[in-house]
């Protein structure tokens, strides 16, 4: 059985590499293909033979395949050769990454309600809002070339200079943006509603206003205004890029800075 598991994470890896150098017909079904195995891969690395696990790489693999989903999505109607260039090795590298690191076994905290679904979808959140935010940065340099030349990104005719040309017009990439701030914001919306009934069943309150909670329903608020402000007053562009950047700032407080703050002032471990 382990072999087995062995070669599909393998050749889902394989998948994404072949697509990465195939014309983009072609590429379509090779990643359909990767997704198919790599969501095999992802179900055994959380919930396997040996029940629960959880750890940085399988949230980095799901990740990844949610980056690889949302350029299969839009290539199937635009040429986005220059992202999946990007995008399918990170993935292809990702895939056998919880067979190195497969994580804590969280198999004796599975009785505690919803303490998985929480903890497992809080942390997919924050890597598909981190992947939103590295995406507004390429999208941030794609526009200072734009309007500034190549100086912008670069000597004119250096590989960087050449990637941005590549890259999807503009308004493509804020598709791209926006799928992955909406379905980022689903996720920290289902961890919000989770954690409210996680905090009632263990703590007999539904929200402990703590720095963590504080950090995330700030965020949270940001990412919602900058969807409704999306929706009604069609914002975009740098508005759209500096509540990105923003919205994930306080993401980072909430999560890294609350582990500091536990850690290395209050020295709890």
Known sequence: MQILLVIVHLLAALAYLVAWRMPARFAAALMLVGLALHAG????????????????APILSATLWIGVAVMWIEGLSV???ALRSVVLPAAALSVPLPLLFPGLDLSAQAARPLF???????TLAYGVLAMAALHALLMTAAERA?????????????PFARFLEDLPPLLVLERILFRFI???????????FSG??????????PLRFDHKTVFSLVAWTVFAVLLAGRWLRGWRGRTALRLTFGGFALLLLAYVGSRLVLEVILQRH
């Open 41 to 56: 891969t992802l179900y055994a690395a959380v919930y396997g033979e040996d029940g629960w696990h959880f750890g940085f």
């Open 79 to 81: 040429r986005v050769e």
């Open 116 to 122: 998985l679904p929480h903890l497992l979808i809080g």
């Open 146 to 158: 734009l309007h500034g030349g190549a100086q912008a990104a670069g000597a004119r005719g250096s």
């Open 182 to 192: 909406g379905l980022g914001f689903a996720l920290l919306t289902l961890t919000a």
């Open 196 to 205: 409210v009934l996680f905090s009632e069943e263990i703590f007999g309150q």
